[in-house]
């Protein structure tokens, strides 16, 4: 079992830049994938950031690559995401999420964070 805890969030100016934390409990977080997701309100959950387990390889959406990073320190059970250039459409909440083996793009994660809040203001 792993509990995931994101925080971080809040309310930036666009072209502003926050950094979000996902701290894991569980003995085994060096093992699996972690990933970002997030939901804009009426709008489905969709894949932002995912990293593997060793934190050599990485994934982004097109919509993020470039402004956003995904990165882990294993050490502290922690996986993050720097998001700079914000824009409004960056607006959402975002979830963390764990899932054995490789990092997928998709919803296909086993555990699940409870999310935390980015507005990004015009």
């Known amino acids: 079992q792993v509990q995931l805890v994101e925080s971080g969030g809040g309310l930036v100016q666009a072209g502003g830049s926050l950094r979000l934390s996902c701290a894991a409990s569980?003995?085994?977080?060096?093992?699996?994938?972690m990933g970002w997701f997030r939901q804009a309100p009426g709008k489905e959950r969709e894949f932002v950031a995912a990293?593997?387990?060793?934190?050599?390889?990485?994934y982004y959406a097109d919509s993020v690559k470039g402004r956003f990073t995904i990165s882990r320190g294993n050490a502290k059970n922690t996986v993050y995401l720097q998001m700079n250039s914000l824009k409004p459409e960056d607006t959402a909440d975002y979830y963390c999420?764990?899932?054995?083996?490789?990092?997928?793009?998709?919803?296909?994660?086993?555990?699940w964070g409870r999310g935390t809040q980015v507005t990004v203001s015009s």
């Open positions: 990293i593997s387990w060793s934190g050599g390889s990485t």
């Open positions: 999420a764990a899932k054995r083996g490789v990092a997928v793009t998709t919803l296909q994660y086993d555990y």
């Open positions: 569980g003995r085994t977080f060096s093992t699996y994938a």
